[in-house]
């Protein structure tokens, strides 16, 4: 008779966070079982239990003694060289009928929606079926119940702080789809510079080439624990942290990994995504920043004032004070487009160097006077100055070099090995920055995957330019993807607009 075990081993592959068990082809506890490639497998240990998706291995990899674990699927189960660990089908996930009735029409219940974000956060969401729930959730719009409950649920499955009761505590939040838009760590600086409590966690990019997240963990560790985030708020009054290794909405950053896979963002899970990370945060006063334009990810004002109206109305039900501002969202911010590049553009305006980008520079001062007038420190005009105050005075570097060192030291910002100068191919003025393809572009030299890659502008809409004259530097850490990058670049000409200067 045969034994119904395997031991389990680490062969290093990255499956991002994809709990994938691997065994052989061939393997005695395979035919037992009945598994086949990509089904849905129960690891069990003496350390505890996961669900991972099955991959099945020819050759050599493995032994007829061994299974293999991901490395995320070594990390969820604790495991260590050699446990001996039985198999056996996943059960079947119940709230996945939920998600075929709203692929359907059907409505989500609070009940259906506290299902099936237990069930993401617990692992037992498939990619596959993780794409049925994001695509149900576009193709199929969530209503603002939906939304409210959807948020509750994401709140309810992880940790949340309370920094005290009657505490004002603030946060910001950009929907995004302006490449550079890098305000967040300038905004906080100011903020925390001036008293207020602003426990900042950020998502990584989803669909553009960095999130806040992203640029941050070029400059400092952005991975801190619960206690941790905890301790440097407690000393600095503000953090700058990746939001999924806090556990505070823990099913999110599951969520965008399948998002950013497919390029599709829904409202609702945008709404939701945002909120419960705010709620769980303690925050107590939110200001959302919308940027509106024709390549931008919201496109028009009646569509702004649907998000807006959505994110106010799902903010109040979890007992959050909502401000949205709009801004221009008709090019890109700042010059850098990448995690480091970015975060050059935000080290000029905190260290107030000349030619820092004046846009970034403006649009932070905008949001952190908003905040601070949220926070109770002034009408509009006083905290207008106080802003700038803040920034000229150095006080805002200081608050921000505090932060990075209470977060674990400041770091040198990475430098690409290979960049390459694109030029204007004809005289005129710079009519049009398309942000979606420039975006693009940025990401096809490796951004954010690889920290130092992206596109540096050297001109905004307005410019007037000469045939000859440099419109963007590509940068990359690999010959291969700066080459990948200039081939989408001939095709793309429309990443910069120039037309005909008027006489």
Known sequence: MKKNFLYLTRPGIDTHQEPVVYMREDCHVCHSEGFGAQGRVEVCTARGSIIATLNIVTGNLLSHEKAGLSEAAWRLLGAQENDKAFFRHAPPVDSMSVVRGKLYGKPITPEGAQGIITDICQGRYSDIQMAAYITACVANNLNLTETIAITRAMVNVGQRFDWGEGRIVVDKHCVGGLPGYRTTPIVVAIAAANGLVMPKTSSRAITSPAGTADTMETLTHVRLGFEQMRKV???????????????????????????????????????????????????????????????????????????????????????????????????????????????????????????????????????????????????????????????????????????????????????????????????????????????????????????????????????????????????????????????????????VHIEAEVV
């Open 233 to 495: 708020v407690e000393q600095e009054g503000a953090c700058l942290a990746w939001g999924g290794s806090v556990s505070l909405s823990p099913t999110d950053d599951i969520i965008i990994r399948v998002e950013r896979a497919l390029d599709l963002d829904s409202e609702g899970q945008l709404v939701a995504s945002v909120i419960s990370k705010k709620v769980a945060a303690g925050s107590t006063h939110v200001l959302i920043d919308i940027p509106i334009g024709a390549t931008a990810k919201v496109r028009s004002t009646s569509q702004a004032e649907t998000l807006a109206d959505l994110l106010r109305k799902t903010g109040e039900a979890l007992g959050l004070t909502i401000n949205v501002l709009f801004s221009d969202g008709s090019q890109p911010v700042g010059r850098g487009i990448g995690p480091a590049l970015e975060a050059a553009d935000l080290l000029a305006v905190l260290r107030n160097q000349p030619g820092a980008p004046a846009d970034l520079r403006a649009r932070s001062l905008t949001l952190a006077a908003a905040l601070l007038e949220m926070g109770g420190l002034g009408d509009a005009d006083k905290c207008r100055q106080l802003a700038q105050q803040t920034l000229e005075s150095g006080a805002a570097w200081r608050k921000f070099e505090a932060i990075c060192q209470a977060q674990g030291g400041l770091r040198e910002l990475p430098v690409a090995a290979f960049t390459h100068e694109i030029v204007a191919d004809r005289s005129g003025v710079i009519a049009m920055i398309n942000n979606r393809v420039i975006s693009r572009l940025a990401s096809l030299a490796g951004a954010p995957g690889s920290p130092a890659a992206g596109v540096y502008l050297r001109v905004s809409v307005g410019d007037v330019v000469e045939a000859g004259d440099a419109l963007m530097t590509l940068h990359a850490e690999a010959a291969g993807e700066l080459e990948y990058a200039l081939d989408f670049y001939q095709t793309h000409s429309d990443v």
